[in-house]
């Protein structure tokens, strides 16, 4: 079955450390999206690929980074210069198409520890 | 003011009602338009888009989209207690190259048996 697969589902991050939250798909889709959602918030743009080996910055990508080395992966590190990164990590993926919205992963739940 | 306005809830309705949730928007030149569903803890699951003025039907779920009001609502008919989600309004503007979807922060709608 084609999907978006996320993992971890939780992840402890400690003080100063770095971690990485990957996201594949197996869709065939050009577009893929990292969103933050915190509660009571809207979800909030990260970084945003369309093509692979190019992607931009979104709403709030400071503290964060993406690479797109290939078109089924859009790997997010947090790193430590994200001050507040507890959160609930969503991946995304769309055709890039108007018409179309976007499948979503089931999500990486991060906790400062 | 913020891009996309929802209630915020909780909008409570009997099993076998009618829910019918609102969406605002800014951006005068919005394209699309998208609902998703997010059960507790989960990630959102696209439920309908709608493009054109008008009713969109799907099943128990009907889209409906006034361009010159910038509204977009969406109805359930004949509600279920499996229905008890928060409802996600998106839109997509048009900004160039890159058309941004902006989600609203969703109304939480409760079932009641």
């Known amino acids: 079955d084609g999907g978006i697969t996320q993992s971890p589902k939780y992840l402890f991050r400690k003080e100063g450390q770095n971690v990485t939250l990957s996201c594949e798909q197996n869709l065939n889709h050009d577009a893929m999206y990292w969103y933050r959602q915190d509660p009571g918030q809207g979800l909030r743009l990260i970084y945003y690929?369309?093509?692979?080996?190019?992607?931009q910055k979104g709403d709030i990508a400071e503290g964060y980074s993406v690479s797109r080395e290939k078109k089924e992966s859009f790997p997010l590190t947090v790193t430590s210069a994200q001050k507040n990164p507890t959160a609930f990590y969503l991946c995304a993926s769309s055709m890039g198409r108007e018409d179309y919205g976007y499948t979503f992963g089931s999500g990486t739940r991060l906790t400062v520890v | 003011q913020k891009e996309v306005e929802q209630n915020s809830g909780p909008l409570s309705v009997p099993e076998g009602a009618i829910a019918s949730l609102n969406c605002t928007y800014s951006d005068r030149g919005s394209q699309s338009f998208f609902w998703y569903r997010q059960y507790s803890g989960k990630s959102p699951e696209l439920i309908m888009s709608i493009y054109s003025n008008g009713d969109k039907e799907d099943g128990r779920f009907t889209a409906q989209l006034n361009k010159a009001s910038q509204y977009v609502s969406l109805l359930i008919r004949d509600s279920q207690p499996s229905d008890s989600a928060t409802y996600l309004c998106?839109?997509?503007?048009?900004?160039?190259?890159?058309?941004?979807?902006?989600f609203g922060t969703g109304t939480k709608l409760q079932v009641i048996p």
């Open positions: 690929s369309q093509i692979v080996n190019d992607f």
């Open positions: 998106a839109v997509r503007g048009d900004s160039g190259g890159y058309q941004k979807v902006t």
